[in-house]
T-cell receptor, first 108, second 116 residues
Framework: QQPVQSPQAVILREGEDAVINCSSS?????VHWYRQKHGEAPVFLMI?????EQKGHEKISASFNEKKQQSSLYLTASQLSYSGTYFCGRPGFNKFYFGSGTKLNVKP | GAVVSQHPSWVICKSGTSVKIECRSL??????MFWYRQFPKQSLMLMAT?????????EQGVEKDKFLINHASLTLSTLTVTSAHPEDSSFYIC????????????FGQGTRLTVV
């Protein structure tokens, strides 16, 4: 039920890039991306609905593959504020499941 | 984005007592509310889904009698942890959706429960 994310954790220097992957064994209706800071609720980043879709802006963007079983989140020229745990999420029938999470730590 | 208010933000209670957590959608009608539990350094685990006016649907392994969920209106859902024990200590988060979660779900601030 729960999507699998990789890597589990990543450490970056400011200005470096990162890619976070989210995989599902079954095709997804849609994929959502959230970021959570320690002790806080998750914050919505974006949603992708269509296979082959790419979305976002210059610094944070995401893609959804044609088969709708994998999504990737791209963080470009990372900033300190990007630190946190990133979750992908997928809706089920009247349910919503989060991925396993990727902890991102951006250092000066 | 829409606003979801969760209360209290943190609570400490004694073993054996019950604790109620409220989740309110302030500026939209939430047909569906989700309740999650999060242990340190882990993902959010879906506990149950509640739809207004009907019984909650619990995930496998979640005790219905221990975690009572009520979704009495389109703007309010409550989670009551009954006869709390230290192992119930966790971060509980609700989220509300207009359409069953197919589009964006909006999160409450979370409740840190500590049972002593």
């Amino acid at each position: 039920q729960q999507p699998v994310q990789s890597p589990q954790a990543v450490i970056l220097r400011e200005g470096e890039d990162a890619v976070i992957n989210c995989s599902s064994s079954k095709a997804l209706y849609s994929v959502h991306w959230y970021r959570q800071k320690h002790g806080e609720a998750p914050v919505f980043l974006m949603i992708l609905l269509k296979g082959g879709e790419q979305k976002g802006h210059e610094k944070i963007s995401a893609s959804f593959n044609e088969k709708k079983q994998q999504s990737s989140l791209y963080l470009t020229a990372s900033q300190l504020s990007y630190s946190g745990t990133y979750f992908c999420g997928r809706p089920g029938f009247n349910k919503f499941y989060f991925g396993s999470g990727t902890k991102l730590n951006v250092k000066p | 984005g829409a606003v979801v208010s969760q209360h209290p933000s943190w609570v400490i209670c004694k073993s054996g007592t019950s604790v109620k957590i409220e989740c309110r959608s302030l500026d939209f009608q939430a047909t569906t509310m989700f309740w999650y539990r999060q242990f340190p350094k882990q993902s959010l685990m879906l506990m149950a889904t509640s739809n207004e006016g009907s019984k909650a649907t619990y995930e496998q392994g979640v005790e219905k009698d221990k975690f009572l969920i009520n979704h009495a209106s389109l703007t309010l859902s409550t989670l009551t942890v009954t006869s709390a024990h230290p192992e119930d200590s966790s971060f509980y988060i609700c989220s509300a959706a207009r359409d069953g979660g197919g589009t964006e779900a909006f999160f409450g601030q979370g409740t840190r429960l500590t049972v002593v």
